[in-house]
């Protein structure tokens, strides 16, 4: 698979990009050094810029190019785009996947978007094909204040204004709390039960991030044994045998920075039990006498020795978008929205309020710095704002008298009414204990980071 790397063995002005093998990216290297020394013949109107802008710019670009170059198709199977027959259609859909399943802040998709658009419109004055044609840029016009203008006895006190159009407006409004991003657990095993039965594999990622918090890119690294960056992971029966009520995990984060939580041995449990001792086995038999000897897991460098924790009913290893589309799907058979990243928030919300309740702390702001301190382990916040959106979250949905609706002590009895097979049934019973098990556990484990 090709990918955009950069030189960073020389200080310079403008980063080199190659690809993986040596070749240069030279589209992207003439638009650097054009947007670093000749900017006026892209925009009269672009402004200087310095070498550490030039550098994330150029990161940027190189970002969607690699995207293009990892895209899968409908089967999970890569399936790379060249980034002159992209459409702005597929661009349209990352920018949503960056804001619903990673959560980037519709400030941050603006400036990825207003490089990738720059970028485009070189590629246009060079000559180059392509298939790409951003929305028409939206300009208003802005009255300067008179007081701070010194010179607007001289000048009209008017500028114009360009506002990107390429990320929805709705993404960029500031969000103070997270009640519009989590289920109740009534919803939360409706989820479950529909997942289940589609393929029991999506349940238990789903479960899985439910009760790490983890978002998709991180459970998608989930091992099944010792890998490179977990040399001492253990599974189920080692952790159970040596007593201990958790593991640390250790994965790349978005932004490609490393990053951790714990997982507790009842996640363990429920991963062993529910998809593992059932129906591992088989899968990676299928793995191995199937998916091994097809062209796209050559291509992708795919053998016996490959180990994928994850597998679906083909012997697939499951892919991030395989997993998207199920919760897309699930969003509209059940008629309520709910996408990988609502389970973290979800979760998270739902261990913060009992967390308090056990350590007898209210879930207030004034108690932010506290909370922020235990919560970050798991979630892995450096920034207290964003701790404080959990916090506001608690604070505001107990004001409302609705947080009961959203703990694990007041689950659903039965699944009356729930249109599943009875071995879906008997996976929503088991879930619903080893949640609770989960809960209760973690909370009371004064060794887990944070606990005491």
């Known amino acids: 698979m090709r ?30 050094i054009c947007r670093y020394h000749y900017r006026t013949l892209l925009r009269a109107e672009l402004r200087s810029a310095t070498p550490i802008t030039i550098k994330n710019i150029a990161h940027h670009v190189a970002y969607l190019i690699n ?35 990673y959560e980037w802040a519709g400030e941050s998709l603006k400036i990825y978007a207003g490089s990738w658009r720059l970028f485009y419109e070189f590629l246009t004055i060079e000559g180059v094909n392509h298939n790409m044609v951003f929305p028409e840029k939206t300009l208003i016009q802005q009255r300067t204040d008179k007081d701070d203008d010194f010179l607007s006895h001289t000048r009209k006190n008017v500028r114009n204004t360009e506002i990107e159009t390429a990320v929805p407006d709705r993404y960029c409004v500031k969000r103070d709390d997270y009640r519009n991003s989590i289920i ?20 238990v990622m789903a479960a899985t991030m439910m009760q790490t918090f983890l978002r998709i890119g991180g459970v998608m690294q989930f091992p099944n044994g010792i890998t490179k960056s977990n040399k001492h992971w253990k599974r189920y029966a080692q952790l159970k045998q040596s007593k201990a009520l958790y593991q640390r995990f250790n994965y790349i984060k978005k932004g490609q920075s490393p990053s951790n939580c714990m997982v507790h041995v009842s996640t363990m449990k429920m991963i062993f039990n529910e998809y593992l ?28 020795s490959s180990k994928f924790t994850w597998l679906n009913k083909n012997g697939t290893p499951v892919s991030m978008r395989e997993l998207q589309d199920a919760f897309k799907k699930a969003s509209d058979a059940l008629d309520f929205e709910v996408t990988p990243h609502t389970l ?13 309740k056990e350590k007898g702390i209210e879930i207030t702001d004034a108690n932010s710095p506290d909370i922020h301190s235990w919560l970050q382990y798991q979630l892995g916040h450096q920034n207290l704002a964003t701790t404080k959106l959990y916090v506001t979250t608690v604070h505001r949905l ?42 209760t556990g973690r909370i009371k484990d004064e060794n887990y980071p944070g606990a005491a």
Do not use: C
């Open 67 to 101: 995207i293009f170059e990892e895209n899968e198709d409908e089967h999970g199977n890569n399936s790379p785009i060249d980034y002159r027959e992209a459409t702005f259609e597929l661009v349209s859909q990352i920018i949503t996947s960056l804001h619903d399943d």
């Open 277 to 304: 001792e059932p129906l591992y086995q088989k899968r990676q038999e299928l793995y191995l006498e199937k998916y091994i000897t097809k062209k796209n897991a050559k291509k992708q460098n795919r053998d016996s």
């Open 184 to 203: 109740s657990m009534e919803q939360w095993f409706q989820l479950y039960a529909y997942l289940y039965k589609v393929d029991p594999v999506y349940a």
């Open 3 to 32: 990918k955009i790397i950069f030189n960073h063995t020389k200080d310079g002005d403008v980063p080199i990009p190659y690809y993986k093998g040596g070749e240069v990216q030279t589209h992207l290297l003439d638009f650097l």
């Open 344 to 356: 973290r928030h979800t979760g998270a919300t739902q261990l913060l309020y009992r967390w308090g």
């Open 398 to 439: 107990q004001s409302e008298n609705v947080i009961f609706e959203l703990l694990a002590t007041t689950l659903p009895t039965s699944l009356e009414g729930v249109n599943v097979t009875p071995e879906a049934i008997n996976a929503f019973e088991r879930a619903k204990e080893a949640q609770d098990e989960f809960m």
